[in-house]
């Protein structure tokens, strides 16, 4: 638990990036911290600076129904984003902010170890995936790197503002289950 206190300590102090000056609250993550499967995020949006949770506000909402479908909760995954502080008014993290932030993300995952990320979104899975990538058409591919799991699906956000791309998320959720189960991922 030490290395988790140090890293949460270094975030809460951090300054790397223009981000630090606006927030209310960084946003370090939430979950189990041996989980084997992680969820990550873009960055967080208005509830999530105001409370210091990720995924509070309606798109947390909507992603707790989504990873109840498959059986995972907020205490069977670890929950992190790209940035851990609020990009103001939610617009997407720059790379610098990025490039600023990343650094402690690498060191959660490090010390979480986890089987399975899931990428959530086109930004986090241009971080995770692979940069450039295009959701519309990678959503739900898999790739196996580092002994690692990775996939991106459609971000709860997009979900809200385009219901249509529901079906293709749920056939997204079951492969992830079908993944928990293939390498015996504890949930
Ligand atoms: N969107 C994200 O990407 N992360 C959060 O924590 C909240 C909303």
Same mark, same amino acid.
């Given at each position: 638990?030490?290395?988790?206190?140090? =890293?949460?300590?270094?975030?809460?102090?951090?300054?790397?990036?223009?981000?630090?000056?606006?927030?209310?609250?960084?946003?370090?993550?939430?979950?189990?911290?041996?989980?084997?499967?992680?969820?990550?995020?873009?960055?967080?949006?208005?509830?999530?600076? =105001?409370?210091?949770?990720?995924?509070?506000?309606?798109?947390?909402?909507? =992603?707790?129904?989504?990873?109840?479908?498959?059986?995972?909760?907020?205490?069977?995954?670890?929950?992190?984003?790209?940035?851990?502080?609020?990009?103001?008014?939610?617009?997407?993290?720059?790379?610098?902010?990025?490039?600023?932030?990343?650094?402690? =993300?690498?060191?959660?995952?490090?010390?979480?170890?986890?089987?399975?990320?899931?990428?959530?979104?086109?930004?986090?899975?241009?971080?995770?995936?692979?940069?450039?990538?295009?959701?519309?058409?990678?959503?739900?591919?898999?790739?196996?790197?580092?002994?690692?799991?990775?996939?991106?699906?459609?971000?709860?956000?997009?979900?809200?503002?385009?219901?249509?791309?529901?079906?293709?998320?749920?056939?997204?959720?079951?492969?992830?289950?079908?993944?928990?189960?293939?390498?015996?991922?504890?949930?």
């Amino acid at each position: 638990m030490e290395r988790w206190d140090a =890293l949460e300590a270094k975030c809460r102090d951090c300054q790397a990036c223009p981000l630090s000056q606006r927030r209310t609250n960084m946003v370090f993550g939430v979950g189990r911290k041996d989980a084997d499967i992680m969820l990550i995020g873009e960055g967080p949006g208005m509830q999530e600076d =105001l409370q210091g949770e990720p995924f509070v506000g309606p798109a947390g909402k909507l =992603l707790d129904d989504m990873l109840s479908i498959i059986d995972l909760n907020r205490s069977n995954v670890y929950i992190a984003n790209i940035v851990k502080c609020r990009p103001p008014n939610n617009r997407d993290p720059m790379e610098e902010e990025q490039d600023a932030c990343i650094g402690y =993300l690498k060191e959660q995952i490090q010390l979480v170890q986890p089987k399975i990320i899931v990428a959530l979104g086109r930004i986090a899975g241009a971080r995770i995936q692979h940069p450039g990538i295009r959701i519309t058409r990678e959503h739900g591919m898999w790739a196996c790197r580092n002994g690692i799991w990775h996939t991106t699906i459609y971000h709860p956000s997009a979900l809200l503002r385009k219901p249509e791309l529901r079906p293709e998320t749920f056939d997204d959720l079951l492969s992830i289950r079908e993944k928990i189960r293939e390498v015996g991922a504890r949930i």
